[in-house]
């Protein structure tokens, strides 16, 4: 059973930043992707950043250049830099795992970001 913890949330002005970090159970090089969602109060949950198993990413234009996601494979731990936030960055951030041929499929349990302004 894959298993992804999340941690790294937590509260920040606007302005500020935070990095997210996912830990996986297993080899995050047996998947097609891992990606960073989130799903802010009312609204549906969005992927926000994703890095492809040959180590491409792509990202919302929401957080086009202030989210970067990277990943260290001895770690098999996936992280998400976040600068300059906004309020509207404010959600509960999900980590997941995309297997070959289908969709994000792992999920951790999420963590809580909330920008102040």
């Known amino acids: 059973q894959v298993q992804l913890v999340e941690s790294g949330g937590g509260k920040v002005q606007a302005g500020g930043s935070l990095t997210l970090s996912c830990a996986a159970s297993?080899?995050?090089?047996?998947?097609?992707?891992m990606g960073w969602h989130r799903q802010a109060p009312g609204k549906q949950r969005e992927l926000v950043a994703s890095?492809?198993?040959?180590?491409?990413?792509n990202y919302a234009d929401s957080v086009k250049g202030r989210f970067t996601i990277s990943r260290d494979s001895a770690k098999n731990t996936v992280y998400l830099q976040m600068n300059s936030l906004k309020p509207e960055d404010t959600a509960v951030y999900y980590c997941?795992?995309?297997?070959?041929?289908?969709?994000?499929?792992?999920w951790g349990q999420g963590t809580q970001v909330t920008v102040s302004s």
């Open positions: 997941a795992a995309r297997p070959w041929g289908r969709p994000y499929e792992y």
């Open positions: 297993t080899n995050i090089f047996s998947f097609n992707a």
């Open positions: 890095i492809m198993h040959g180590g491409s990413t």
